[in-house]
């Protein structure tokens, strides 16, 4: 049984800092590229940022330099770090694990965590 557990979302002003984790209850999570996506009420999830089984990461053009994903290999976690946060940001974030075996794609969602970026 495969579970991605969210956690660390919540209520923040405009430019205040949050983190967000995710636990991977999943085997082999060192073969997965790990993302977070986000998504507004209204609109479309969008990809935040991707962190692959060797460490690269690739960011959203709106979230450069503002927030930073990582990962921890020995704990099954990803994080998300993010700094100056706007109210555009507010959105549900998902985490969100990927691999290819020989079966074909896995890939598996978390719940999402609500994150509200107001004054």
């Known amino acids: 049984q495969v579970q991605l557990v969210e956690s660390g979302g919540g209520l923040v002003q405009p430019g205040a800092s949050l983190r967000l984790s995710c636990a991977a209850l999943i085997t082999m999570f060192g073969e997965y590229t790990m993302a977070w996506y986000r998504q507004a009420p209204g609109k479309q999830r969008e990809l935040v940022a991707t962190i692959t089984t060797g460490g690269s990461t690739n960011y959203a053009d709106s979230v450069k330099g503002r927030f930073t994903i990582s990962r921890d290999n020995a704990k099954n976690t990803v994080s998300l770090q993010m700094n100056s946060l706007k109210p555009e940001d507010t959105a549900v974030y998902y985490c969100?694990?990927?691999?290819?075996?020989?079966?074909?794609?896995?890939?598996?969602w978390g719940q999402g965590t609500q994150v509200t970026v107001s004054s």
């Open positions: 969100h694990a990927e691999r290819w075996g020989a079966a074909g794609r896995y890939a598996y």
